[in-house]
């Protein structure tokens, strides 16, 4: 089926660890992006990009990196997990033209614990 | 900046009643406004969205919304509440215009809505 695809479904981690939270999405879409979701924050915007090759920072960047070598995959690096970084992980994709017509597709989500 | 703020971080409504979610918005260029709604244990679905033209929007599942720009909000209706309504639901503004590579979407905090049965 096509849409977005996260991987894993839930994680624990231990502080100091470093993990990478896949994403893939096999709708041809330029743009992918990863929030976090807290509870009464919303979502919030860690990095996205517009194309292979580009990346950018959005609101909450600290403590992760991001990679774009294909159109379809977009990890997510936790490079030293903090607690601070327990929290549900979206990943999102959107076609680059016109996108604010097409609204995102979203995957379901990496639940994420660092003890 | 581009900002959304909603009304009410839960709201409860007995079945068959009116369903109101509020949302304001905050954008310096002519917004794009969308809803969506996250079923429990489950992503963001796109529920409906304003970008130009008619100010009034339908959705999916009856949902409705329309663009006041007087007022700056786009509130979320639906005449009838269902069971399979309850959710959490989100608005968001995409401030940038098509084509400029980089429009980003920024969420609300959510509204949790509870049907009474």
């Known amino acids: 089926n096509a849409g977005v695809t996260q991987t894993p479904k839930f994680q624990v981690l231990k502080t100091g660890q470093s993990m990478t939270l896949q994403c893939a999405q096999d709708m041809n879409h330029e743009y992918m992006s990863w929030y976090r979701q807290d509870p009464g924050m919303g979502l919030r915007l860690i990095h996205y990009?517009?194309?292979?090759?580009?990346?950018d920072q959005g609101e909450v960047p600290n403590g992760y990196n991001v990679s774009r070598s294909t159109t379809e995959d977009f990890p997510l690096r936790l490079l030293s997990a903090a607690p601070s970084q327990t929290s549900v992980y979206f990943c999102?994709?959107?076609?680059?033209?016109?996108?604010?017509?097409?609204?995102?597709?979203f995957g379901s989500g990496t639940r994420l614990t660092v003890v | 900046a581009q900002s959304v703020t909603q009304l009410g971080s839960h709201v409860s409504v007995s079945e068959g009643a009116l369903v109101l979610l509020r949302c304001n918005y905050s954008?310096?260029?002519?917004?794009?406004l969308f809803w969506y709604v996250q079923y429990p244990n489950q992503g963001l679905q796109l529920l409906l969205k304003?970008?130009?033209?008619?100010?009034l929007v339908k959705g999916i599942n009856g949902f409705e919304a329309e663009f006041k720009k007087s007022e700056t909000s786009f509130h979320l209706t639906k005449p009838s509440a269902h069971m399979s309504d309850a959710a959490e639901y989100f608005c968001a503004v995409s401030e940038n215009p098509p084509g400029f590579g980089n429009e980003k979407l920024t969420f609300g905090t959510g509204t949790r809505l509870t049907i009474i049965p």
């Open positions: 990009s517009v194309g292979a090759g580009i990346t």
């Open positions: 999102a994709s959107t076609q680059s033209a016109n996108r604010g017509l097409y609204g995102y597709t």
């Open positions: 954008s310096s260029v002519p917004p794009y």
């Open positions: 304003y970008t130009t033209g008619a100010t």
